[in-house]
């Protein structure tokens, strides 16, 4: 295990994420989480979703906070614009887990920070949801994610940095990789 360097202050307690890390590899079932969050349509395709409890080290838990995200569609749409569309959504989690990553390596391997800033951009063809054309998917046909990282380390450290986040990040290995998804009516 690597020792982290204590000049390096990003606001990451990686003592406690290893300390964390330790104990559930002497119990893997508590590493089982569920995160939820409950959907309500409002009006149009505007909805609010609000997140609040989860699920994990073999109990309920709640947030500090209770947060509520609305999501709607833009007026280009015919809709309201009360909030980002969903998949708009997708690419905050993308960024924001990418972007945390980065905070946690930089910290562990001692190297400083002094900003990050991603842009992330999802292109697609909107005739697949529209219905169109059955040929073009309904998802992005692309994501692209741009980093300006300004930290005390070289350009292969911080390339290093990203490269480790990305292959840690649960949303980029949802947005990567098939997930079952079940779909039911209650």
Known sequence: MLATNAVADNGVNVVALLGAREALAAAPEAARFRWRTICRWMNGVHSRSTVEGFFGLGQEHSHKTRSVFDADHPEVFAAEDNGPTPVEYVLVGLGACLTAGIAAVAQHRGIQLRSVSATVEGSMDIQGILGMDGDVRNGFDGIRVTYR?????????????????????AVYDIVTNPTNVTVEVA
């Open 149 to 169: 990282i300004d930290a005390d380390a070289t350009p292969e450290e911080i390339r290093a940095l990203v490269a480790q986040s990305q292959k840690r990040s």
